[in-house]
């Protein structure tokens, strides 16, 4: 075997052990001796490879949104006939995804949810692209019904995320002994739902017109 796919080989083998050990416990509770356990891996050649425990998680962090967002790119496609179906189809194609790949799981929900502080800038670099990916979604979505008087989409789109912020948030103070993804995808699919079409039914309020 050649050196760089030795070397390559080697690597991926502790990324493999440290994904483990992100998708089992928080950041805080994880440990490179864990890793070292769990993948039969000296700490020296985690060194070799990393430079430490923080750079170790950034790297399992990207693997996951690199492949979530490729994932989402392959697999759902904006259809604006229907907004509701389609916001449907895109929660059934996330879960999708961590039902095939359940390694990625719970590193994905403590990031979003409940990231380590000091990594807070660089998580936000990392996860751009599936941002990105989200805000051209909703853009189409948007661009695909007529919106209320006086509200742009470009001012909607940065309303959803200062409220998307918001509910993360509060679902981590809310749900902080018990965190589950499903919950919070479904919780998440909701509060769209509120932002788009708001809570007062509409033919009920022609009522009082």
Partial sequence: MK??????????????SALQEFSEKYYAEASLNSICSTGNISKGIIYHYFNDKDDLYLTCVRECFDSLTAYLSENFIVD?????????????????F????PIYLKLFFNTVINPPEHLIKA??????????????????????VKLN???????????????QD???LRYQLEHKNNLSLEEHEEHCHRWLNIFLYGIINQEEETIYE
């Fill in 3 to 16: 050196r760089k796919a030795k070397n390559q080989q080697s690597r991926q083998k502790i990324i493999d």
């Fill in 98 to 101: 961590f039902n095939e790949n």
């Fill in 80 to 96: 604006n006939t229907n907004v509701k179906v389609c916001l449907q189809k895109y929660f059934t194609v996330r879960n999708v």
């Fill in 166 to 168: 918001y509910f993360n």
């Fill in 149 to 163: 008087s006086g509200i742009a989409i470009s001012e909607a789109v940065e309303h959803f995320r200062m409220y």
């Fill in 123 to 144: 998580i936000k670099e990392i996860r751009a692209e599936f941002d990105g990916l989200n805000i051209s979604i909703l853009t189409k979505l948007l661009e695909s």
